[in-house]
C-alpha cells in the first residue's frame, strides 16, 4: 500500500559520515522516516527503507530484520525479497505525475539513493525534509560505516554530480511548497539552510528551502 504523509515531516537518512553523529533516536515518533541502505542501523523505527543497489540487498539477504516497508528500483531484489518496486527515469528532477516513478537524481541515468528517497517522501505527501548523512563529499570519508557490501564506491566526481543534482532542486521544492533542511553541518551542500535535527523538527515555520 502506497503510504500517505500527507502535511507530514519526513526525515531520510543517508549513509554518508556524518549520519553517525546525528542522534535520531529523541526525534522517534516527532516525524516520518526513509533510512537509506545502512543508515537504517541507525533507526530501526524507520518508516521505509530504501536501496538502490540490487548488490547491497543480495549482500544483507534483504535485510529480515527491517519490519517497515522496503522498497527498490532493482526488479530481482523486489522478487527475491518481496520489495515494493519503484521505477526510476533518467531526470535530476523531482517526479510526481506518476505515482511510484521517481527521478534517479542525474539526467544520464544511475543516480543516487538519497535524491530518489526524497522524490518517495514528496510522492508519500511529505512537505518538510529533513535531510541527515547527506554529506555529498568524501571529504570525511564515503560512509559512516566501514561495512557497505554490495555498494559501488563513489568517486569524487560522482559526489560532485549528486551535489549538482540536488542543489539544483532548490526552487522546485519551493514550487512544490516543500521545505527542505539540512542537519549535516560540514555537508557540501549549498541551497538549505543547516541545523540540528532537533531544530530542523522544531521549526516548522518562517523558513524556505
Not at 543517508?14 to 543508515?39: F, H, M, N, Q, Y
Not at 519503484?86 to 521517481?102: M, N, P, Q, S, Y
Not at 544511475?110 to 547527506?134: E, K, T, Y
Not at 557490501?149 to 563513489?154: H, L, R
Amino acid at each position: 500500500m502506497w503510504p500517505d504523509w500527507s502535511g507530514e515531516t519526513a526525515i531520510i537518512i543517508g549513509t554518508g559520515p556524518s549520519a553517525a553523529d546525528v542522534s535520531l533516536e529523541p526525534a522517534r515518533g516527532l516525524a516520518r522516516c526513509i533510512a537509506i541502505k545502512s543508515g537504517w542501523q541507525l533507526a530501526p523505527w524507520s518508516d521505509a527503507l530504501y536501496g538502490l543497489d540490487k548488490g547491497w540487498w543480495i549482500a544483507n539477504r534483504g535485510v529480515p530484520d527491517f519490519t517497515g516497508l522496503k522498497l527498490s528500483p532493482s526488479p530481482t531484489a523486489c522478487r527475491v525479497f518481496r520489495l515494493m518496486q519503484v521505477r526510476l527515469k533518467a531526470h535530476a528532477k523531482i517526479l510526481t505525475g506518476e505515482i511510484g516513478t521517481i527521478g534517479c537524481g542525474l539526467s544520464t541515468g544511475g543516480g543516487h539513493s538519497g535524491f530518489q528517497a526524497i522524490n518517495l517522501a514528496i510522492q508519500f505527501g511529505a512537505n518538510r525534509i529533513v535531510l541527515v548523512g547527506f554529506d555529498m563529499t568524501l571529504a570525511h570519508g564515503a560512509h559512516w560505516t566501514a561495512d557497505q557490501s554490495g555498494v559501488g564506491k563513489p568517486d569524487t566526481a560522482r559526489a560532485a554530480r549528486w551535489r549538482a543534482a540536488l542543489d539544483g532542486c532548490a526552487s522546485q521544492f519551493a514550487a512544490l511548497g516543500v521545505v527542505v533542511v539540512n542537519t549535516g553541518l560540514n555537508s557540501a551542500l549549498t541551497a538549505y539552510p543547516k541545523m540540528s535535527l532537533m531544530e530542523a523538527l522544531g521549526a516548522r515555520h518562517g523558513d524556505s528551502g
